[in-house]
C-alpha cells in the first residue's frame, strides 16, 4: 500500500507560536485529509483537501499532488490546539492509509 | 445533522470471547468504513462497507468480519479475541470522498 510519513514526529510549542506539519506520500491519491485526533480518541476533520490550499482561521493547508506532499499551518497556537494530527490519504475504495502523526504540544 | 455514532463507548472482555460494535452513520451517508487504532501499529483500514456489500476489506484475519444493513447502520464482530485486539475501534462514513469519524469504541481485551 501507499505509504505516509509524517514530520516531525513531536513538536512542542509556546503558545502564540507557528507551526508547519508535513505529510509525504509516496503515490498518488484521489483524496487527502487533516484530522486531530482529541484526548479522548475523536479524530476531528480539519481539511478535505485533496490539492489546492484552504484556510480556515488560524488553521490553512495546502497540497502539492504532483509533488506528493501536504503541509497544515498553525498560526498564533493555543493551548487546545495540542493533540495528535494525522494525514490519510486514499487512493481507492475509500481506504485510508494514515501517516503515523504528529504530536503537538503547546505549553501557556 | 448528528454526527456518526458508534456503540458502546467502552468495552472489557477476555480472551477468546467475541464482540460486537456498532455504528451508526451520519443521515445520507452510504459508505462506513472501520479503523483499528493501537499504539504500535498506528491507524489501519479494516474493510468498507456500501449499500449492504463489502466494498474493499484491510489486511486483518477472518475473526474480523462486519455487515451493513438497508439503513446503513454498521456492526463488525471480533470472534475468539486475543489480547492483541485491544485498540480504539474508529467508523467513518462518507457521502463522496470526505471521511467523517465517530468517537470510537475502545476494546479492551484481558
Known amino acids: 500500500g501507499i505509504q505516509v510519513e509524517q514530520s516531525p514526529p513531536d513538536l512542542i510549542l509556546q503558545e502564540g507560536a507557528n507551526s508547519t506539519l508535513r505529510c509525504n506520500f509516496s503515490d498518488s491519491v484521489n483524496n487527502l485529509q487533516w484530522f486531530h485526533q482529541n484526548p479522548w480518541g475523536q479524530l476531528i476533520n480539519l481539511f478535505y483537501?485533496?490539492?489546492g490550499t484552504k484556510q480556515n482561521g488560524r488553521l490553512s493547508a495546502t497540497t502539492v499532488a504532483t509533488e506528493r506532499y501536504s503541509l497544515l499551518y498553525i498560526s498564533s497556537s493555543q493551548t487546545t490546539d495540542s493533540g495528535v494530527y494525522f494525514c490519510a490519504v486514499e487512493q481507492t475504495g475509500n481506504q485510508f492509509y494514515f501517516g503515523t502523526g504528529t504530536s503537538l504540544t503547546v505549553i501557556p | 445533522k448528528a454526527g456518526v455514532t458508534q456503540t458502546p463507548r467502552y468495552l472489557i472482555k477476555t480472551r477468546g470471547q467475541q464482540v460486537t460494535l456498532s455504528c451508526s452513520p451520519i443521515?445520507?451517508?452510504?459508505?462506513v468504513s472501520w479503523y483499528q487504532q493501537t499504539p504500535g501499529q498506528g491507524l489501519q483500514f479494516l474493510f468498507e462497507y456500501f449499500s449492504e456489500t463489502q466494498r474493499n476489506k484491510g489486511n486483518f484475519p477472518g475473526r474480523f468480519s462486519g455487515r451493513q444493513f438497508s439503513n446503513s447502520r454498521s456492526e463488525m464482530n471480533v470472534s475468539t479475541l486475543e489480547l492483541g485486539d485491544s485498540a480504539l475501534y474508529l467508523c467513518?462514513?462518507?457521502?463522496?470522498?470526505?471521511?467523517?469519524f465517530g468517537p470510537g469504541t475502545r476494546l479492551t481485551v484481558l
Open positions: 443521515s445520507g451517508h452510504r459508505s
Open positions: 483537501i485533496p490539492s
Open positions: 467513518a462514513s462518507s457521502q463522496d470522498r470526505e471521511q467523517f
